[in-house]
Structures are given as C-alpha cells and as structure tokens.
C-alpha cells in the first residue's frame, strides 16, 4: 500500500451501540470491528 511501511502498526478504535441492534449502525459497527480483528488489525470497540 502506498504510504504505509512495511511493519507499520495501525490502531483503529470503533465506537458503536452495543449490544448492536438488527439492522442499524451498531450492526456495521460491529461487523466492521469483527472484520478489523480478523485481518489482524489492533482494533478496540467502545461504546
């Protein structure tokens, strides 16, 4: 990726609705963490 060196470290923090409710924000909020944490990324949910 352009921009990012080679053993970089990249924190995100997701802040959504919890528990996440069907349908709504929370619910991509989630995925989007869920996803984050699954291709390794140093990810945090708060809410």
Known sequence: MA???EGSLMRIL????Y?????GLSTQGD???KGLL???VDA???H
């Open 31 to 33: 995925l989007l963490y």
């Open 19 to 23: 528990p996440p409710s069907p349908g």
């Open 3 to 5: 921009g990012i060196r």
């Open 38 to 40: 699954e291709i390794g």
């Open 14 to 17: 997701v802040l959504y609705d």
């Open 44 to 46: 945090h949910a708060a």
